[in-house]
């Protein structure tokens, strides 16, 4: 089984193509996958995230409007992870799809609609976000980024539970935001790394490697 850490922007359209490519990838390699959607935020993310959206990283004002949606649909998140993690990730990915694909403003109008499009109770997410238990699991969030050493998003990394001792794959580089072909490229390059007796396809360019050795260092 492999365990797979995702972490990403939770608005950002880019993310979205990554996380769909992964279990797309999971489920057509018949791979029994456990996954893990991680929330984060840094400077780095948050600069990349404003140049997608066409704006500039000087722009102190749109900064922080940026930094504030993103920091509250991490809430929202992990809010919606109290009614079951598979529903948080289809409320997580249908936030995305509506905020990008749909081009709907980050309210609590598009917050609502993308809630009752997985199926989720609006009201008791609302209510568990505002509390601190919230907060604080997107804290650790955080906190499990700076262990990972995750600097970008998106950024997957990969865990073979047959062999724990094997180092984890990291995967933070796509090329083009707009190319799902660099996106499945880095995935067949995870698959040869991780998997390597079940494909010899060549390692994409964009490939990097990191050692991450112990996972039960990053399990919560």
């Given at each position: 089984?492999?365990?797979?850490?995702?972490?990403?922007?939770?608005?950002?359209?880019?993310?979205?193509?990554?996380?769909?490519?992964?279990?797309?990838?999971?489920?057509?390699?018949?791979?029994?996958?456990?996954?893990?959607?991680?929330?984060?935020?840094?400077?780095?993310?948050?600069?990349?995230?404003?140049?997608?959206?066409?704006?500039?990283?000087?722009?102190?004002?749109g900064r922080i409007g940026v930094t504030q949606d993103v920091y509250d649909a991490s809430l929202l998140y992990k809010a919606a992870a109290c009614q079951g993690n598979k529903k948080a990730r289809n409320l997580l990915m249908n936030l995305q799809q509506e905020v990008n694909t749909n081009q709907?403003?980050?309210?609590?109008?598009?917050?609502?609609?993308?809630?009752?499009?997985?199926?989720?109770?609006?009201?008791?997410?609302?209510?568990?976000?505002?509390?601190?238990?919230?907060?604080?699991?997107?804290?650790?969030?955080?906190?499990?980024?700076?262990?990972?050493?995750?600097?970008?998003?998106?950024?997957?990394?990969?865990?073979?539970?047959?062999?724990?001792?094997?180092?984890?794959?990291?995967?933070?580089?796509?090329?083009?935001?707009?190319?799902?072909?660099?996106?499945?490229?880095?995935?067949?390059?995870?698959?040869?790394?991780?998997?390597?007796?079940?494909?010899?396809?060549?390692?994409?360019?964009?490939?990097?490697?990191?050692?991450?050795?112990?996972?039960?260092?990053?399990?919560?």
């Amino acid at each position: 089984m492999w365990e797979v850490f995702l972490y990403i922007n939770p608005l950002c359209s880019f993310c979205l193509k990554v996380e769909q490519s992964i279990i797309d990838f999971t489920r057509k390699n018949n791979i029994d996958t456990q996954y893990h959607f991680v929330t984060t935020s840094n400077m780095e993310t948050i600069n990349d995230y404003m140049i997608l959206k066409g704006m500039k990283p000087c722009d102190l004002e749109g900064r922080i409007g940026v930094t504030q949606d993103v920091y509250d649909a991490s809430l929202l998140y992990k809010a919606a992870a109290c009614q079951g993690n598979k529903k948080a990730r289809n409320l997580l990915m249908n936030l995305q799809q509506e905020v990008n694909t749909n081009q709907r403003p980050y309210n609590d109008e598009t917050i609502k609609l993308a809630v009752e499009k997985s199926g989720l109770d609006y009201k008791a997410i609302m209510t568990e976000k505002s509390g601190d238990a919230v907060k604080e699991a997107v804290k650790k969030d955080q906190e499990l980024a700076c262990k990972m050493h995750v600097e970008k998003a998106p950024t997957v990394i990969v865990f073979d539970d047959e062999d724990p001792t094997k180092p984890g794959v990291m995967i933070n580089q796509f090329g083009s935001e707009t190319s799902e072909e660099i996106i499945n490229e880095n995935l067949i390059a995870m698959l040869e790394k991780t998997m390597p007796h079940q494909i010899s396809e060549p390692k994409s360019k964009y490939y990097t490697n990191d050692s991450i050795i112990n996972i039960e260092r990053y399990r919560r």
